[in-house]
């Protein structure tokens, strides 16, 4: 069979069924843009989990009478230590000017706080976030060591809300690729179903399944192709409108990644495999099912 | 060339069989005219030539081929060495005149070249020049079945089935259609023909099949109609 | 009943018009057979008077109505005060026979009693008791034209329009549905059929108006087909 | 014309058309589904806005040595001013309470913090959170006050992030909505392409732009009434997986107010209002759109 004559057929054939194609690129483009959103936030969140998991730190506070040599024998002891990546010493003005940093939102308070009031500290990274109570166990009888603040609770709660985000946005995502499937299909079933006359007259002249069957999965193919090219438009202009405008005050407080340039470059083919795949799946298959002859 | 053989075929829904119990013969190169009343079995035999429907009891063979046997993916093969005019004509609705004709061709892997030749002669033998790029909806009645007879010979296949080919004809454009099926039979295509037109049937004074409720109730060399 | 004035029907896609200048007067009560070569413009002439096509130029009356005056909701209106039999059917393919013929009777407000008793009979008439309820590709060529039959004048129209209603019949069942319109006809129904059937015009001897090629080229009384 | 011929017309439409009226239940339910999603989400973040507001307090530090006359001077005028809805006085204790209530996250930071550094404060709240900074104007050098926090500064960058989120939500919100209506509107021409033929043969029989119309759009309507039910059980699965079990940390923090049953129960009338009504529109006016004759 020759490839021209397929193409040929494929394109009157999306021509001639203007409404069945402009249903069909329109649903696929819908569908494929929801797809694409709900993986993009699934990334989104999974990202900022990484990033959150990152800044997880053990804080060991010293005692307001620690000595230089605790303090000594305290570095020399995580520099040992194989839990510990690395760590760093804070001092009370440090300390102030990270608790002014941090509750900026709260002058209030800040302002109520002595630079006194907050003790010196080691700020201890771990190379596993997991490890940290087992390194709060380890150091909380040193010497000159008033307290580790492990933060287990803090973290595991924070980690529960973000874990119970991450988990929505996949349902949501899930949902919405089935959706997206469902649409598709249901669209070219539609097609199909409206040709089943046609296709039935093509086989009884002698046409073979892949004559009558491909133009048209290629027609579908190509349906899905330009709204996958749609959606993904609809993505990027998203990015310009929404995420590099409307949320700008969100991700400019640094807790959620923002969502690049490159990840938006990354649906694209995504999106185009998808539609690919499930028109030409959903196109072979179903043809079948409705003519008989 | 054709063999039924004790063929039954009850549809569905219907109390009685389409046909009953029917043995046919049809030798290369014959030109047979089946004839009987509206509802006798006539169109059901032709679909079962082409495999559109399959027989509830006995043997349908074709070019010494059992349909019965024959694989659901070579069902396209054995087609295309059948020409078929439908009685409701069956052109695609979407393709013009040309390339409905043209389709028969592509079918059977004819290059382009070729069937830019062939499609406009082929049409023009059955009068239809200057109607090429018409659809379907855009001829009248008897130019869709002229575009129908065409595209049934066009391909030269062993076998030419005619369901009521001169239905929607005038007398006159009946005639033609019937010099052209006669000639094509002459080059040795077996042709199969149901008709209601008694006038062709008495002029032509060739084999003739009778059914009636589904049986054979005549068949007769050099036939008349009534 | 009907008249037609200077009528010309151009297609857009055609070089020369389907109807050229014609006018013709069809009397209430009248029975005429409108023959001609395929392509000649029949079912175009139908078409118009069905307000399905409407001309490129001159005027068509029915019944004292001139069809470019109506308002477009009003044709639903003229349309029930005329049936017709189409070349191609046009049955409702989602619909029984039955439910084919009942549609005509509900359109024009039948109680659901009056088409449960009326519909049985009619199809009764033409031949098709025992196949109310198959869809129309369950029937045979000549069983769906029947069904068109029986659609087209069991709302007993004022007048009866019938393109080719024995196309695909055989001469026995032709000459049933002959006398069947010939019945309507002598209740005072205006009956106008297009035919390319020979005998049935010799045999009834009825007004004859033959066209070609767009043109009126004979017009005769109780004429004969060729 | 008769209610029960044009019902049964309608019934018996959409069982001969199945994959039809599949294909307009699916993306009926599945768009309408996304709508109501859009809609909660967008009413949602409006409640959370509201509640925030509600919370805007002017503090007003008090000196270390302001005297009792001092305080009770500060609450005459507040009592007598027309800005000020109530107010509440925070001693040290209370406020330390509080303190380690707020950032029970970070006990490093609550550990470091005594209980006299925190100031006794006067918590103000407004008629009109606008007004905060001519409060702050109008306290600030009053006898035995050290300092108001406006928190302008704060609640303008909250307000800010949260009016981003929401004109997020909004926009998605209303592409939603435009995609339902789009796909809705998109399968009901298709269906009603489907038919342009068995239309066109029943105008002419005589059948009435009512007669051939009004079992479509009714066919349109059931459709969309039966895809506007499974959408909104869709959302109440929701409410019970997601809402209530997944994302219950989120709730639990209190800042974001719980979607309620009541506003799930509301949006199935107003998601079968819209169904219905596309569906009755688009199927009226789009029948016409094919069929001439
Ligand atoms: N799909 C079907 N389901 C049920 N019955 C059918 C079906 N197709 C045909 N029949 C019945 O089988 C019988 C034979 O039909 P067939 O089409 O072979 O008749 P025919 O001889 O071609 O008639 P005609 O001259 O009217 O075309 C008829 O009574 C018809 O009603
Ligand atoms: N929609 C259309 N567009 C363009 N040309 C048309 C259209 N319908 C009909 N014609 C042309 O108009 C001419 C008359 O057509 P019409 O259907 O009236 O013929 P007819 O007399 O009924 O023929 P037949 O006996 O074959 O049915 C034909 O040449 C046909 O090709
Ligand atoms: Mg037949
Ligand atoms: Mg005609």
Redesign the pocket.
């Known amino acids: 069979m020759r490839a021209k004559f397929v193409l040929s057929e494929a394109a009157t054939g999306l021509w001639r069924n203007v409404t069945m194609t402009i249903a069909m690129i329109i649903t696929t483009a819908i569908s494929l843009a929801l797809l694409g959103a709900g993986g993009l936030l699934y990334v989104q969140i999974q990202e900022t989990k990484d990033l959150l998991r990152n800044k997880v730190e053990v804080m060991v506070f010293l005692k307001d009478d620690a000595s230089p040599q605790d303090k000594k024998a305290l570095e020399e002891k995580f520099r040992d230590d194989s839990l510990v990546r690395d760590f760093e010493f804070e001092s009370r003005e440090q300390a102030h000017e990270r608790f002014k940093e941090l509750f900026k939102h709260s002058p209030d308070f800040v302002a109520g706080v002595s630079k006194q009031a907050l003790p010196e500290s080691y700020r201890v990274r771990l190379k596993n976030p997991g490890d940290y109570s087992a390194l709060a166990d380890e150091y909380k009888s040193e010497k000159g060591v008033s307290r580790v603040s492990s933060q287990q609770e803090t973290v595991s709660q924070l980690f529960a809300m973000i874990d119970a985000i991450k988990n929505t946005t996949f349902i949501v995502a899930v949902m919405q690729a089935v959706a997206a499937l469902l649409l598709m299909a249901n669209t070219i079933q539609v097609a199909a179903y409206s040709r089943r006359r046609e296709v039935s007259i093509m086989k009884l002249v002698g046409a073979s399944n892949w004559y009558v069957r491909l133009p048209f999965v290629l027609e579908a193919a190509i349906a899905g192709l330009i709204g996958a090219l749609l959606a993904w438009l609809g993505l990027v202009v998203a990015k310009v409108m929404l995420i590099d405008k409307a949320l700008k005050p969100i991700f400019t407080s640094g807790l959620i990644p923002v969502i690049e340039w490159s990840d938006i470059m990354m649906t694209g083919p995504i999106l185009a495999m998808v539609a690919i795949v499930v028109a030409g799946v959903t196109g072979w298959s179903t043809l079948r099912f409705y003519v008989k002859v | 060339m054709i063999t039924l053989d004790a063929v039954t075929k009850m549809y569905p829904k219907s109390r009685r069989p389409a046909l009953d119990d029917i043995s046919v013969q049809v030798e290369k190169g014959e030109f047979v005219f089946f004839i009987g009343p509206s509802g006798s079995g006539k169109s059901t035999f032709i679909k079962l030539l082409l495999r559109e429907e399959v027989p509830t009891q006995g043997k349908v063979w074709i070019a010494g081929k059992d349909l019965a046997a024959i694989r659901s993916w070579k069902v396209p093969q054995l087609r295309r060495s059948i020409g078929c005019v439908f009685q409701d004509f069956r052109l695609l609705p979407n393709k013009t005149a040309a390339e409905n004709v043209a389709f028969a061709l592509e079918v059977i892997g004819k290059t382009r070249p070729v069937i830019r030749r062939i499609v406009p002669e082929v049409l023009s033998l059955v009068g239809l020049e200057g109607?090429e790029n018409?659809y379907p909806?855009?001829?009248?009645?008897?130019?869709q079945?002229r575009v129908a007879v065409a595209r049934a010979f066009v391909n030269r296949p062993l076998v030419l089935l005619a369901d009521e080919p001169t239905g929607?004809?005038?007398p006159d454009t009946s005639i033609e259609i019937m010099r052209l099926l006669d000639r094509i039979n002459r080059t040795g295509t077996t042709v199969v023909m149901v008709t209601h037109d008694a006038n062709i049937v008495n002029q032509m004074r060739r084999r003739v099949v009778e059914l009636d409720r589904g049986r054979v109730v005549r068949d007769q060399n050099r036939g008349v109609y009534g």
Do not use: F, I, T, V
């Open positions: 109607k018409r909806n855009e001829l009248s009645g008897g130019e079945q929607n004809l005038d």
